[in-house]
C-alpha cells in the first residue's frame, strides 16, 4: 500500500472502530485533545486518579502520557498507569512537554522511560534534545532547532528506549528502528494555537491503538495533524477560528483531501 | 401553562435573576460549562477547595457536582458542598461520569447519593445503568443502551435516593415521581463535542435554581440544550463550530426557537 | 509619545520578542489564557509544581497569579513563585478573582501580598474593594460596583502594597501613583465569556515583561484587550463566536486598529 492509502485505511478503522485512549495530560489542553479525538473519530477518556488509572488502562486501546503541568500525585498515577499499560501490551505515547526548561519536567520523563519505555516519544525538537542530554548527548549550540537538529538526539533516544520518536516542526521527522519519514504537511499559523502539540501526541495515541507498526501509527497522526491544519488555515482569520475550523476539518477529512496534499518522505 | 411556555419562564427567571451555579466539575469541561452557564444567563462559580466550598455553596443557587476526572481531594470538597446544599435547601445535581468504567467512580457516586440525595441524577443511559447495578439492579446484557433501555433503572434510583433521573440519548428521558418526560430535540453531531453532557448537568442546575419542580427542570434543560444544539448544527461544518454557535444559539434563543422546534412528551 | 504610540510600541516589543509568561492561573482559563498570549505574540507556559515553579520564574519574563480554583498546594507554589520572581526583579501581575467570595480567597491574596506585593493588582470593582475591606477600608453600600466605585479602595492598596492597581469594568480604570488612567473601549458581551478577566491578568504580564512603567503597561493591556472585544464583536453573533473572534483579533491587531479606537483619559 502507499502512504496515502494506509494512512487512510487507519483513519477508516478509527472511525468505524472508535478506539478508546485514555490520556493523563496537562490541563490547558484537555479539553482540545478530546475535541480533537472526538473529531478524528476515537473516542478519549480523562483519568488521573491512582485509584482507577489501572482500571481505566485495562478498557483502553492506548494511553497517552503529557507532562505538561505535572504535579507530584499526577506522577504516581503516570507510573502505575505506564506499567499496567505494558503489562497489557497497548502502547504507550510520552509527551515530554517543557523537558530540559525545568529538571523536574525532564528527570520525570526519564524516570518514566526507564520504568515503562514509550512506544512513541513525541516532542518538538528542543524537548526531545532536552531527553538526549539528560542520556549522556553531547550539547549542541543552538537553541532555537528545527526538527531536522534533533535527528542524532532521536536516533539516541530510538536506541536506549526502544521507542519510536516523533518530532515536530515546520517538517514533522518520524525516526524508528531503521526507518526515517519526514512530513512536511501543516502551516505557520498552527504553533500560535496552544496545545496542538499536546494534540499531535493525543491523535498519536489514536493512530497507535489501531496500527501496531509504531512509526508508521506515528506518522500518519502527523500527516493527518497537518493536512487538517491546511485545510484550516484555507478558511481561518486567525489562531482563534483556526482552532475552530481543524476540529471540523479532522471530523471531515476525505481520502481526496488527503491524497491532494500529503507530503511525506521516507528514508 | 403548556410546556413551551414554562420553559421560556425558567430561561426568562434565568436571564433576569442570574443565578449562582456553584460547579464542582471536571477539568475537560470547566470552561465549556461556565461558558454555557454565562451564554443562557446564569452566573457560574468553580470551587472546588475544602476550606472555601462550604461559603461558596452559602451564596449560590444551586451546586452541581461533576466526577468526570476525580481525585481523593475533589471527593472530600464533595461531600463537604454536597452536605451544605443539604442544609440550605437548594438543589443539587450530580453528573455521574464514567459511572461504571470504574469501581473507583461508582462508589464515589453511591456514597454520595447515600450521604447527600441529589436533586437530579443527570447521566447517559450506561451511567444510570451502572449506578442501578451498583444498588441491586439485574444486570442487562446489551452495551449500547438507550435512554429507553435505561428506565427501568432510573425509576430504581428515583425510588431509593429520590432524586429525579434525567437520561440523555437521541431521545432524552426525564424519570421523577409519577413523571416521566421525553424529549426528542438534539443533533447527532452533538456527542462529536466533549462535554456537552457536561454541560447539560451545568444548564440542569440553572434551571433547578429557578424552578423548585425538579422534574421539569431536569427536563426544561434537556429541551434548550436540544433545541440550542439544533439551531447550532444549522450553521456548522463540523463538531469545531458546533461547539461555538451552539455558545451563540443558548444565548439568542427565542421563544419563537424554542416553540418551533419542541418535541416533549409526558406519561 | 502618545499613549497609541506607546502602546503600539509595547505590542511590536511583544510581538518581535515573544516574552515568556508564566502563568499560575485556576482550570477555568488555562487554555484560553494561553491562546491569547500566543495571539498577541507572547510566550505562554502554565506551572504549579513546588518542585519547578522557582526554575520557570528563572527563565521567566513575567509571572502571573490568579487564584480562580484555588487549593493548598497550588498556594505554596504560589508562595515559592512571587518570592523567586521578586529576587529576580520580573514583574507579578495578581489576579484576585472572587476574593470577598470566601474568606480563603481573599486572606490568600492578602497573604500573597505581603509576602512579595504584586506590581500589578488586576481585578474588578467588587474584588478590589474586598482587598481593601481586608486592609481595613469603610465598607460602602452597594453590591454591584463600577470600576469608578473602587477608585478609593484602588488607591488604598496601592498605597499599602505600592502596587499599580488595574479595575477591569465598563471602564477601565488604572490607579497608579499619582496617574489615575480611564479606558472606555470595550463591549457589553465580553462579560459573557468566561475568563476574559483572567485573560487581561495574564495580556497584564506580557505588557509588564516588555514595558517596566507598571501603570503604563497595565492600562496598555486593557487597552488591546477592549479594542480585541470591540473588533470580534462587530463579527460575533454571540459569546461563542466572540471569543474565537477575540483572538484573530488580538492576532491581526494593526496600529490604524488601535489610533482608531482608542478612548484613553489620563488625569
Known amino acids: 500500500m502507499t502512504p496515502k492509502k494506509e494512512i487512510w ?3 477508516e478503522r478509527i ?6 485512549v485514555h490520556n493523563i495530560t496537562n490541563y490547558v489542553v484537555m479539553n482540545s485533545s478530546a475535541n480533537a ?23 483502553a486501546s492506548a494511553l497517552v502520557i503529557n507532562i505538561g503541568t505535572l504535579s507530584g500525585h499526577w506522577i504516581q498515577a503516570m507510573f502505575v498507569a505506564a506499567r499496567a499499560a505494558k503489562r497489557r ?36 525538537a528542543s524537548e526531545i534534545r ?19 537538529d534533533a535527528i542524532g538526539a ?5 536506541k536506549t528506549f526502544g521507542s519510536v520518536v516523533s518530532i515536530s516542526g515546520a517538517i514533522d521527522i518520524i525516526v524508528g528502528g531503521k526507518r526515517t519519514i519526514s512530513i512536511a504537511n501543516g502551516h505557520p499559523l498552527m504553533p500560535r494555537v496552544t496545545g496542538l502539540g499536546c494534540t499531535a501526541s493525543a491523535l498519536t495515541g489514536a493512530f497507535a491503538a489501531v496500527n501496531p507498526a509504531a512509526a508508521k501509527a506515528a506518522a500518519h497522526a502527523m500527516a493527518v495533524m497537518g493536512i ?40
Open 37 to 59: 479525538l472526538l473529531a478524528l473519530g476515537a473516542s478519549p477518556v480523562m483519568a488521573h486518579a491512582v485509584q482507577e488509572v489501572e482500571e481505566m488502562v485495562a478498557i
Open 15 to 20: 472511525r468505524a472502530g472508535a478506539p478508546l
Open 9 to 11: 485505511s487507519d483513519v
Open 154 to 158: 532521536a536516533q539516541l533516544l530510538a
Open 89 to 124: 501490551g497497548i502502547p504507550i505515547v510520552l509527551d515530554p512537554v517543557g523537558a530540559g526548561a525545568t529538571r523536574f519536567r525532564t528527570d520525570t520523563c526519564i524516570a518514566l522511560l526507564n520504568e515503562a519505555p514509550a512506544t512513541i516519544i513525541r516532542g518538538n
Open 228 to 267: 487538517a491544519g491546511e485545510l484550516a488555515a484555507e478558511r481561518a482569520a486567525g489562531p482563534g477560528s483556526l482552532q475552530v475550523y481543524f476540529l471540523d476539518a479532522l471530523y471531515s477529512l476525505s481520502y481526496e483531501d488527503l491524497s491532494a496534499r500529503l507530503r511525506w518522505e521516507e528514508s
Open 130 to 148: 532536552a531527553l538526549a542530554l539528560a542520556e549522556g548527548a553531547t550539547k549542541g549550540v543552538d537553541s532555537r532547532h528545527s526538527a531536522e
